[in-house]
């Protein structure tokens, strides 16, 4: 059964404090794994899509990595307005994507 | 520029009443999907399309109906609102299957 699951449930961060998230997926062929970021009371905004192993895709101060067995998003230099839930997703067998239930982010000032 | 809307933001109402969420894409996706999340929890997949007349029930078990008459057009009703189905409610939408969606801003309903 595909599963995404992610790591820690919550972080909180000093301001200029990085820190990695992680992302761990069982899928049958990996189609491609997506990271959201979702602020309180409002819909995920779409960040990176990656595809295969060894890519890297990079966002401001967050940059996504993938390997055959996970991923991780790093936050580096984290700032207050970076804090927020991260979601990652993998489709399924038939195309609709799996979210995992997400790392809820804090940066104090 | 949200290319997915959602209305209303925000809805009250009381128990019994017959209310329908509207989801509406200006991008042309096939693919439409409602997802019911609880503060801090899980977004769960309740109702998805992947095409005019063509819509399923997702993961989760809902007392929700979906149509999809236009491509552009998903909307979600519940016939009978319960205090069970406060939650918030977001559509999204994808050009393709296995594709990245575009959420809406998502629908706060209380139910009292």
């Known amino acids: 059964e595909d599963q995404v699951t992610q790591s820690p449930e919550a972080l909180r961060l000093q301001e200029g404090e990085s820190s990695s998230l992680n992302c761990s997926y069982t899928?049958?062929?990996?189609?491609?794994l997506f990271w959201y970021r979702q602020d309180p009371g409002k819909g995920p905004e779409f960040l990176f899509t990656?595809?295969?192993a060894g890519e890297e895709k990079e966002k401001e101060r967050l940059k996504a990595t993938l390997t055959k067995k996970e991923s991780f998003l790093h936050i580096t230099a984290p700032k207050p307005e970076d804090s927020a839930t991260y979601l990652c997703?993998?489709?399924?067998?038939?195309?609709?994507?799996?979210f995992g239930a997400g790392t809820q982010v804090v940066v104090t000032p | 520029e949200a290319d997915i809307y959602q209305t209303p933001r925000y809805l009250v109402i009381g128990t019994g009443k017959k209310i329908t969420l509207e989801c509406s894409q200006t991008?042309?996706?096939?693919?439409m999907y409602w997802y019911q999340q609880d503060p801090g929890m899980e977004l769960h997949l309740i109702h998805y399309?992947?095409?005019?007349?063509?819509?399923e029930k997702g993961d989760l078990s809902s007392e929700s109906t979906v149509s999809r008459i236009r491509t552009e057009h998903f909307p979600l009703t519940l016939e009978s609102a319960r205090p069970s189905h406060t939650s918030q409610y977001l559509c999204?939408?994808?050009?393709?299957?296995?594709?990245?969606?575009?959420f809406g801003s998502g629908t706060r309903l209380t139910v009292v």
């Open positions: 999204a939408s994808s050009e393709y299957t296995g594709y990245g969606y575009t």
């Open positions: 899928v049958s062929g990996l189609r491609g």
């Open positions: 990656l595809y295969s």
């Open positions: 997703a993998v489709p399924d067998s038939w195309g609709k994507l799996q």
């Open positions: 991008m042309g996706h096939d693919k």
């Open positions: 399309s992947y095409g005019v007349n063509s819509t």
